[in-house]
RNA sequence: GCCGGUGUAGCUCAGUGGCAGAGCAAUCCCCUCGUAAGGGAUAGGUCAGGAGUUCAAGUCUCCUCACCGGCUCCA
C-alpha cells in the first residue's frame, strides 16, 4: 500500500542517498523509508557531517533532480545480489532477510543503484519540492546493541505550496512548544544544572492552571463513585519487593535510602503498592465493591539523562491516578464506565479525537499467562462495547498487566498518550488480596489501576501546547488584566480586582507608569484573556472598556456586568472562544 | 545510555586567540499619557563547572554537568 506522496518522499530519500554517495567516499547505506511527515536515508559515514552540511547535500539533490534521470527497477537473483551489494553489509542483511521466493529488486537512478522493494517516482526531476530538515543518530535496526548510524531526515511534497504549508506547521509547533511558552508565560522551570534534571518548579501561574484542572479533577471523581486517598512518597523496600517492582522494574527506580542500620526506604515509582496497604488494612465484603480510590500521587522514577524532555519527559511526575478493586464479574461494568468517564472529562479540555491501543504481555512480566488472558479480554470486551476502534500494540503491557492506552489528538493533530487503563489479577496475588464473597468463601479481587491526564505534567504541557499558551477563560492562569489609564485610576482598579478575586477570579492590576498602548501590548503578550480599560470616563461611570484577545476592543460594560459575564463564561468551561 | 549540536546579563542573542557587548526586562529620572512598544540614565557577568595548550582563552583541546534534535525506553 503506497500512497503518491509516499512514493514521492522514498524516491526523495534515493535521491538524498545518490547525493550523499557522490559527496563522500566509502559511504554504508542503511534503510531510507517515507515517514509520516517526510522521509529519512541512515547512513554510515566515513567522517561527522552536522547540520551545515545538509545544504551541500541538498545542492547536489537539486543537480540530481536536475539530471532528469529515470528510476529503473530490475529483479536480481539473490546470489548475484549478494555478489552486487558485497561491499554494503547493512544491505547484505536485508537481502538475507528476504523470504525465499520473494523478488529481490534493484533500483538505479543515474549511477545510484540501491536494493529496493520500490516503488518509485519515474524520474528524480519529479523530487523537486523537498527540505533537509535534520539530522539524528539512530540504531541500525531500532536496538540499542546494534551500531549507530547517521540518520538524514527531509520532508518532500508536490507542490511548493504544499513544503511551505508544511515548514510553517513545523514553526507554529515551535512557537507553541510548552518549554517557550513556560518561560514567556511564567508557568513552570527545571533547573537541571542547579537543582537535578528532570525535575519540576511549578511557578505561580502554572499552579494557578494545575489548581483548576486538579479542582475539576476532584470534582468529577466524587461525582463518579470515587473516594480520594493519600500516601506516603516512600515506603520500606519490602513493600516493593512483594510487588514486583523491584525485580521488574528497578531499572527505573531511584537507588534505596538506607535510613537506619539496613533498613532501606524506596522513592514510589508508582502508587499501586500504597493504595493496596490501605486495601489490606482491613476486611472488605464484595457488598462495598467496586472500590475506587483515586490520588494525585507524585511518583519518582530514573530516566536516562538524553529521554528528559520539558514536562513531557521528567523524572518527578503527578499521575492522576485511581485503583479500582472488584470482582471479576463486575470488570467488564467498570471498565466502560471508566472509558465513558475518561472520554467525557477529556472532551472538557478540547479533546475529541482519540487513537486507542491495546497493549499486551511483555516479556519482562509477572503472573500466569490465563490470568494475562482474562485481564485482555476484560479490555478488549470494554472497548468493544462502547465501539471504539483500537489498534493491537504488541508486547507494550506493563510488567503487571495488559492495558488500554488513549491517545489525544491536540489542535495540531499530534498524538499524545495520557490516559492509560490497566488490569491487573498479578499484584492482587502477590499481596494475596481478599475479600468475601457472596456465599462466605474468601476471593481474590481484581484490580484496575487508571489514570485520566496519565501525568499531570505531560498534561499540562500537552494543554499548554493545545492552546498555544491562548487558555481558554476556566483555564487561564490570569483571567483578567486591569489597565488603569493614569494613576488617578489606580483605587478604582485595585478596588475592583479586589471584588473579583473575592468572587474567585484570577485578575491583575498593571500598576505600572506606561501609556496605555504598551500596556495593552504587555497584556497580549501574556496572552491574557480579558482587558479591562479604566481611564476618568469609566471611572465617573462605574464602567469598564474591555478587550478581548484576539478580538481587541469588545465596548464598554458596567463593572458589575464585566464580572458576572467573566463567572459565568469561567463556569461553562467552554473553550469555544479559543479554538 | 547512544549519535550530533549547544551552553555568554533575568530573557532573546552578537562576539573565531588580544579591554565582555546589544535589544528587551529591572531600578531611577523626565513625560501624565485613551486601545499593538514615549525618552534618558544606572545597575546587572566566575562567558555552565573543572583541567590543559598559549605571552594571552568566551574563542583551541580533554573531562564532567545541563540543555536542544533524534535513537532506544516511556506517564
Known sequence: MNTELEKLRHSASHVMAHAVMRLFDNVKLGIGPSTEDGFYYDFELPEKISEEDLKRIAGEMEKISAGNLPFKKEVLKKEDALKEFKDQPYKLQLINEIPEGEEVSVYTSGEFRDLCRGPHMEKTSDIKNFKLTHIAGAYWKGSETNPMLTRIYGTAFFSEEELDD??????????????????????FSIHGQEAGAGLVYWHGKGSAVRRVIENFWIERHLQNGYELVNIPHIARSNLWKTSGHLDFYRENMFPAMDIEQGEEYILKPMNCPGHIIVYKNTVHSYREFPIRWAEMGTVYRYEKPGVLHGLMRVRGFTQDDAHIFCRPCQLDGEIESILRFTVDMLSTFGFSKYEVFLSTRPEKHVGTDENWERAQDALKKGLEKISLDYKIDPGEGVFYGPKIDIKIKDSLQRLWQCSTIQVDFNVPEKFKLEYSAPDGSRKQPVMIHRAVF???????????????????????????????????????????????????????????????????????????PYMAVAGDREVAEGTLSVRKLGEGEAGTVSKETFLKNLLREAASRSDSSVL
Open 166 to 187: 508544511h515548514l510553517k506547521r513545523i514553526e507554529l509547533a515551535k512557537e507553541r512548544d510548552h518549554r517557550k511558552l513556560g518561560k514567556e508565560l511564567d508557568l
Open 454 to 528: 496519565g501525568s499531570l505534567e505531560r498534561f499540562f504541557a500537552v494543554l499548554t501546547e493545545h492552546y498555544g499558551g491562548r487558555f481558554p477563560l476556566w483555564l487561564a492562569p490570569v483571567q483578567a488584566e486591569i489597565i488603569p489609564i493614569g494613576e488617578k485610576h489606580f483605587d478604582y482598579c485595585i478596588r475592583l480586582k479586589e471584588q473579583m478575586i473575592k468572587e474567585g477570579l484570577r485578575v491583575e492590576v498593571n500598576l505600572k507608569e506606561e501609556k496605555l498602548g504598551k500596556k495593552i501590548w504587555l497584556s497580549r503578550k501574556k496572552l491574557v
